[in-house]
């Protein structure tokens, strides 16, 4: 038999343990407040691996290439040569409008040269994409004013997003 301090250890353990397990997934995946403006790198950013290592800072899991490394088919004379920015997204606005500004940013401060950058969320529910021309992108950035959340998506050459919408 257990004795009554022993017994009240370990329903307290229990109990704990029960409500350390009752947290809810919003809490864990919530989504950022309204309003951000994109981080803004320190310096130019000689290759996609730079990039990829500042984006990584902001953007879990954030995966940079151009399509011109990245695809054995790709035909310099006549293929758009794109700097894919691709993650994990949990389709929260906020967040991944945050996410764009911050790729928008970082490709801004690219030397190398790149027509387009295309940004991908990959959710349970779909994939989303927004898409900017070099042109845009250096618009954008220009003045090393920071990109703001809220208005970069309005600011795409083109997208393709059925999951916020």
């Known amino acids: ?3 009554v301090p022993r017994g009240a250890s370990a329903l307290i353990v ?8 009752c947290s809810s997934p919003e809490s864990e995946t919530s989504d950022i407040e309204a309003g951000q403006a994109a981080e803004v790198p320190s310096s130019d950013f000689d290759s996609t691996d730079e990039v990829g290592d500042f984006l990584n800072n902001t953007i879990d899991d954030a995966h940079v290439h151009r399509e011109s490394e990245s695809n054995p088919d790709f035909a ?8 894919h920015v691709e993650f994990p997204s949990e389709g929260m606005l906020n967040t991944d ?5 911050d790729a928008v940013q970082a490709a801004g401060s690219a030397t190398f040269d790149y027509d ?6 990959s959710t349970d529910t779909g994939t989303w994409s927004y898409i900017y021309s070099a042109e845009t992108v250096e618009a954008m950035t220009k ?3 920071p990109v703001e959340a809220d208005t970069v998506w309005e600011s795409a050459d083109q997208d393709f997003d ?3 919408r």
């Open 1 to 3: 038999m257990m004795s």
């Open 116 to 121: 387009v950058l295309m940004v991908t969320g």
């Open 143 to 145: 003045d090393d004013s």
């Open 97 to 101: 409008k945050k996410a764009t500004a």
């Open 76 to 83: 310099h004379e006549t293929d758009a040569d794109r700097l």
């Open 14 to 21: 229990a109990f704990a343990l029960a409500l350390g397990g």
């Open 162 to 164: 059925s999951v916020h």
